[in-house]
Nanobody, 115 residues
Framework: QVQLVESGGGLVQPGGSLRLSCAAS????????MAWYRQAPGKQRELVAS???????DYTDSVKDRFTISGDIAKSTVYLQMNSLKPEDTAVYYC?????????WGQGTQVTVSS
C-alpha cells in the first residue's frame, strides 16, 4: 500500500515562508495530477494548487503570486513553496496524487501563521 508522507509544516510569523514536501513510500506510475489541499478549522477542504499532466498549473486565487507548486514525477514527490504567509493560511495541508489506478492522500501537516 503506497503512502504519502508530508513534512515541512510548522509555526511561522506572518510574512514568513515554509516549504512543504510530500513523498510517496514507493513509486507511483501513470500520475495524472499532483496537488495540495488545505482545511482550516470549521471549513471545508479546499484545493490550493495543482499540477496536471502536461504541466498545467492551477492555484486558488488567494495564494496566487505567493505559493508555488512543483513536482518530480520520477520520484513521486510534490512540493509547495509558501511565501508571504498570512494568518488566513493557517490550516492542515494535505497532498494528493491522482494516478491511473488510484488516488492517494497524505496524512496532513499543520501550518500555523501567527505572531
Amino acid at each position: 500500500q503506497v503512502q504519502l508522507v508530508e513534512s515541512g509544516g510548522g509555526l511561522v510569523q506572518p510574512g514568513g515562508s515554509l516549504r512543504l514536501s510530500c513523498a510517496a513510500s514507493s513509486s507511483i506510475f501513470s500520475i495524472y495530477t499532483m496537488a495540495w489541499y488545505r482545511q482550516a478549522p470549521g471549513k471545508q477542504r479546499e484545493l490550493v494548487a495543482s499540477i496536471t499532466y502536461g504541466n498545467i498549473y492551477d492555484y486558488t486565487d488567494s495564494v496566487k503570486d505567493r505559493f508555488t507548486i512543483s513536482g518530480d514525477i520520477a520520484k513521486s514527490t510534490v512540493y509547495l513553496q509558501m511565501n508571504s504567509l498570512k494568518p488566513e493560511d493557517t490550516a492542515v495541508y494535505y497532498c494528493k496524487i491522482r494516478a491511473r489506478d488510484n488516488t492517494y492522500w497524505g496524512q496532513g501537516t499543520q501550518v500555523t501563521v501567527s505572531s
